[in-house]
């Protein structure tokens, strides 16, 4: 494996991997931009099946998120880290160890929950580290808390793709209200699990799958919704499919059986390629750019680590999400070009500006 080859390096500025033999602890770090500020974003624990998968996923998640903490306006950079293992095999040893591994960078690097980690294990990184966000501070831990900044993202991010959703069902299908509109929701996780509720709420109808048995039951006895197998969900004869799983789910094999007209979820990186932006535009469908859509868990852990906003703040730069996506919407119409590139291309803009600011 030759990372400076891999077509994912995209000039990462570090890519650090950690071992530790005590706890059993294998941890790549990636950082791929420090030029808006420190790298900040979450932890995924997956049992990748090969080094090199682990390596791309961390630096394609890592790319993504210096293109949302840019495009939603926060003083960070990018950066991701994988622990390659299962989530069920985590140990407390083993998340402060890659809490050490988040400390030697000196703040570098600021970590926080993803797919595979929780508050939880957050807390264990935090008896090794301050540069980790996500935490059940005092106000998050109480069951009728009020929506708060600290704790887990999942609910805000989810929040975000809710509002992000009803700006694309607006621009695409021309409806103000989800009323009796059908949503494929596929993973029930942190986030899947409470947009179905705000999707309820507003009156969608839901189709649901997990591939994560007893998952989805929950979603129909508590919310209300019909469960399809997790092989079909991307299929369904919806208005609107919100992938809350993983990613690389869109592409050319897909893209052909997604009957929905808008796509709109919070998984990080649904496209497998760039080109699949262009495949979903000449089959009809509307793409919300996932990492413009799926900013809110980011927004809140950034303030919490910089204690410098209250719910009320953070509440009204996730309220900017569906505006941001509009913007790319509409810009994406009139130059006739994928939603996704012109996103990338706003990105890369930011940073530039970031780098240009740095020289001067
Ligand atoms: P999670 O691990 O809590 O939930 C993911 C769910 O997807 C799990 O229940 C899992 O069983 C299910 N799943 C996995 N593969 C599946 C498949 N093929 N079909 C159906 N279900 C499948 O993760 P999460 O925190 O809810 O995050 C979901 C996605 O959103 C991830 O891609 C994550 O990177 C992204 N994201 C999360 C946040 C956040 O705040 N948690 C923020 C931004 C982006």
Redesign the pocket.
């Known amino acids: 494996m030759d990372l400076f080859q891999m077509p994912d390096f995209d000039a990462h500025e570090q890519v650090m991997f950690g071992y530790d033999a005590a706890s059993g602890l294998r941890a790549i770090i990636a950082i791929h931009s420090t030029v808006l500020g420190p790298a900040a974003g979450?932890c995924?624990m997956w049992p990748y099946a090969a080094l090199s998968d682990a390596v791309s996923d961390a630096l394609r998640?890592s790319r993504g998120m210096s293109y949302?903490n840019a495009m939603a306006d926060l003083p960070f950079g990018g950066g991701k880290a994988v622990i390659v293992g299962d989530?069920r095999e985590k140990t407390s040893q083993r998340m402060e160890a890659f809490g050490r591994l988040v400390d030697s960078l000196g703040g570098r690097y600021i970590t926080?929950?993803?797919?595979?980690t929780t508050t939880t294990d957050m807390e264990q990184v935090a008896r090794a580290t301050r540069f980790v966000s996500?935490l059940p501070r005092d106000s998050a831990r109480a069951a009728d808390a009020a929506p708060s900044v600290a704790g887990?993202?999942?609910?805000?991010?989810?929040l975000g793709v809710f509002l992000g959703l009803k700006a694309a069902v607006r621009f695409r299908l021309g409806r103000a209200s989800l009323e009796g509109l059908k949503v494929a929701v596929?993973?029930?996780?942190?986030?899947?699990?409470p947009l179905c509720r705000l999707l309820r709420a507003e009156g969608a109808s839901l189709i649901v799958?997990?591939?994560?048995p007893g998952?989805a039951q929950r979603v129909c006895q508590e919310i209300g919704a019909v469960e399809v197998p997790?092989?079909s969900?991307l299929a369904q004869d919806v208005d609107v499919l919100a992938?809350?799983?993983?990613?690389a789910?869109l592409d050319s094999r897909s893209i052909p059986t997604v009957r929905a007209r808008v796509i709109a979820?919070?998984?990080?990186?649904?496209l497998a390629r760039d080109e699949d932006g262009e495949a979903l535009v000449r089959a009809g469908i509307l793409y919300a750019p996932?990492?413009v859509i799926?900013?809110?868990?980011?927004i809140?852990?950034a303030h919490e680590y910089r204690g410098d906003a209250g719910w009320a703040q953070v509440k009204a730069e996730i309220d900017r999400i569906p505006a941001r996506l509009t913007e790319i919407f509409e810009r994406a119409r009139r130059e006739g070009r994928a939603t996704s590139a012109v996103a990338d291309e706003m990105a890369r803009a930011r940073l530039a500006q970031g780098r240009r600011r740095m020289v001067a």
């Open positions: 979450g995924r998640l949302k989530a926080a929950e993803d797919v595979g996500g887990d993202p999942g609910p805000k991010t989810a596929q993973g029930l996780g942190g986030v899947g699990f799958a997990d591939s994560r998952a997790a092989a969900i992938p809350c799983a993983l990613g789910i979820g919070a998984a990080n990186n649904q996932d990492y799926n900013a809110g868990g980011i809140s852990v």
